[in-house]
Structure formats: C-alpha cells, structure tokens
C-alpha cells in the first residue's frame, strides 16, 4: 500500500494521477459482472474476519497519536476497529453480496403513439470521491457500496485515521483483484496534505460527485469550493417526540436508547419534546435513567420544574443555541410543548432535517408526523438510532444526506446510480 510519502509540491500530480486512474478504473467497474462483484464484496468479508488482529495493530496507532494529540473522547471514540465493527462491516458486505444486482436494470418501458417504447436504465455514477473524518470503517462501507454499484471511488480519510485506512484499503484491493476487478476501482488518497481535498473537489474531468462525512465545517467548505455535485449533511440535530397519547414505558426505552445507545453517531437524539399531557409522568422517569447515566439536560422553564426532584439530575437552562445544537455527548436539551402541532413546528425550525421520532399511541398523530416533518427519515415508535443504511437493509451506507435532490437520507446502491433514457425502436422516423 503506498504510504504518506508525497511531498505539499506533489499533491496536484498525486490527484491528477488518482483522477486519471478511477477514470479508467471506472468503465471497467461499469462492466463488471454481478458475479465479479459479489465474489470481491464476500471476499472482502473474508479478509476482514481474517485479518482483525492485524487491522487491531493498526488501528492502536491512530488511537494512541490521537490521544496524545488530545483529540476529544467523542472522536477517539469513532476511530475505534472493535471486532464488532469489523464483523458489522463484513457483515455489510456479505448483504450486498446477496442483494440484486440493479445496475442496467431497465424501468418503466412504456409504448408511445409513435411506436417507440421508451424506459430508464439504471447505471453507475462514474466516479465519487469520499471525504471523511475519524470512523475507519467508512473506508470499507464506501468501497463495498462502491463495488456493488458498479462506480470508481476516491477515498480520503481524516489524518487521525491513516494507519487504519491504509491497512483496510490494502484489504479492498486484494479483494478486488481476486475477482478479477481494477485494483484501482478503490484508491485510497495516500497524503495527509490539506491540498488533496482542494484537489479532489475541483476535478469534474475525473470526479462526478463528491460525498462529504465528517464535521460541519469540513462540509461547509467543500459545498462552498466543490466544483462537482456534493451530497451532504451538516449536521444530525434530531428529535425524539414524545405525544398524548403514548405507551410511557415504551417511551422511555426508546427514548433512552435514542440518546444514551451511543453519543457520537449523527442519528442519536439531541433533542427531546414531550407532550404536556404526559411530561408530569414521563418527565420524572426518563430524567431518573439520564441522571442515573450522567447526561446534562437542557432543560425549559416547564421541564426544569418537572426535573428539579429528579436525585442526581445534572440540569441546565436551555439557551437558543440549544434547541438547534449537536451535542455528540451525554447532554440533550429537553423541552415541554403543547402538542403535535407545536413538535411539529419546533423540529422544522430547529431541525437538521437528518432524523426524527414520534412516540404515539395515536395513528392520526403519526401520520401527521410523518406527512408534515420535513426531514430525511421520520419514524414512528423506534429509536432515532436506526436511521443507518445497515439498519434500512441497504447494506451500508455513503454517508446521510439531508439534501432533496438525487439522494435524501442513508445513501445506499441505489443513491450511487443515475437514470438515463433507452429508447427502443423498429425504424421509427420523427413525421
């Protein structure tokens, strides 16, 4: 695996080199056989299962440097390769193995009154560049998601996480090239210099799309600087409603599992309404298992009163950046509303748009929730949790987009292809 030996003055030609070479990788993908990219896709499981205390060698490296470097517990927390997440990743892998192949699947065929029958084809993008931070694993969801479509794909991981991503890259390789795919279908940028993202975003002659995950900042500039299409999210603000009517007991599972399964994911809850009807009973209850766990609540003046006999409660008064803010930590901000109307107008203002829930006993309450809130996943009765191409059966997942155009929530095969027009004709001329 090539290692960060590139000099500041060689990252243009560096990316140039990677653009050209995913060009070329990307046609031969686009031909590939679904039998070709399940074997890589189940050989990639293979080395993963294979290879966990090699990889766990790797990944000590960046957790150490990271440590020293006095990264936040949140971050040195997503750079972690347990055997869990390494099992969950071939685990990703061997589901898109068995999933369709729906790359020049034809849809849609109808005949017009000239005679020609006209459909859509689906077909790979091309070429996507990755751009992310801290989690390693990303590496393997990207390629894997990568290989099943049919696409080329650049990957740039964050500097805290190089060992890991160069070890796991060289596993994709190897795979590749044992079902007879481009070794350099999947390239891993091989500098941590800062130029190599400048470079990645601004090659359209290469690159198709951009996917950006990490924190708000690194998207904000390349959604500002990207010459090529970028599907993104900023951030994961989301809530978890809990109505008049609802099963309390269910309620607080929920929305405990929510906030407290894991802090640092984007779809944990950050934000948590309560119905008035219900916040004197659920209120004391979910506040005894936070306080119990140590998450600080932000608290409005209705839930403060309702909080203050909670033993051990860690309160705050909320602020206005509260009510929009991604904590990624043990701390939600926590407010009483009037209703379903009120949730439904407080999550629209404050929300991401990434993820949210309603707990409810009531059906015209949730299909009101899930007609009027504008986000890209909406659930009723689970945890926001869930909201996670694995979870949704996609396999893995790109990344969450928020956006509205091609791709809106867990980025799966399907958001890493196109629709192009077929026309099929018996020597139809335009009168």
Request: proline fraction near 5%.
């Amino acid at each position: 695996m090539t290692t960060a030996t590139h000099s500041p003055d060689s990252t243009p030609e560096l990316m140039l080199r990677l653009g050209a070479q995913a060009k070329t990788a990307a046609a031969q993908m686009a031909q590939a056989s679904a039998a070709q990219k399940n074997q890589a896709l189940r050989s990639l499981a293979r080395l993963l299962r294979s290879n966990v205390d090699a990889l766990a060698v790797h990944n000590a490296q960046d957790i150490e440097r990271a440590q020293a470097a006095g990264l936040a517990a949140p971050m040195v927390d997503r750079l972690r390769l347990t055997p869990q997440v390494l099992e969950t990743c071939a685990q990703g892998c061997e589901q898109l193995a068995v999933m369709p192949d729906i790359i020049g699947e034809i849809m849609g065929m109808k005949q017009q009154p000239s005679g020609i029958r006209v459909g859509q084809m689906r077909v790979p993008i091309g070429v996507f560049g990755m751009i992310y931070e801290s989690r390693p694993n990303v590496t393997i969801e990207a390629a894997s998601l990568s290989i099943k479509s049919g696409n080329a794909c650049i990957l740039r991981g964050g500097s805290e996480a190089l060992a890991s991503n160069q070890a796991l890259a060289a596993l994709v390789v190897q795979a590749l090239e044992e079902a007879g795919l481009p070794a350099h279908g999947v390239q891993l940028v091989p500098t941590t210099d800062r130029a190599a993202v400048g470079a990645l975003i601004t090659m359209p002659q290469f690159v198709d799309v951009i996917i950006p995950r990490g924190g708000k900042g690194l998207i904000e500039r390349i959604s500002a600087e990207a010459k090529v299409p970028v599907i993104k999210h900023l951030d994961g603000n989301c809530h978890t409603y809990v109505d008049d009517p609802c099963d309390l007991d269910m309620a607080v599972t929920v929305t405990d599992n929510a906030k407290t399964q894991k802090y640092s994911p984007c779809n944990a809850s950050e934000s948590l309404l309560v119905a008035r009807g219900v916040a004197a009973d659920f209120l004391p209850r979910i506040g005894a298992v936070f306080a119990a766990k140590g998450v600080e609540m932000r608290v409005c003046p209705a839930s403060k009163a309702l909080l203050a006999s909670v033993p051990g409660a860690t309160l705050a008064d909320a602020t206005e950046d509260d009510w929009s803010a991604e904590y990624l930590a043990p701390i939600i901000s926590i407010k009483v509303v009037d209703g379903l109307e009120a949730a439904i107008a407080h999550i629209n203002r404050y929300s991401s748009g990434h993820t949210e829930a309603i707990l409810t006993r009531d059906h015209l309450h949730a299909q009101r929730f899930l007609r009027e809130v504008d986000s890209s996943s909406v659930m009723v009765n689970a945890s926001t949790r869930f909201a996670d191409g694995f979870e949704y059966g996609l396999g893995a997942e790109i990344g969450i987009s928020t956006d509205k155009f091609h791709a809106r929530g867990p980025v799966g095969i399907e958001g890493l292809t196109s629709l192009k027009y077929v026309v099929l004709g018996e020597g139809q001329v335009r009168r």
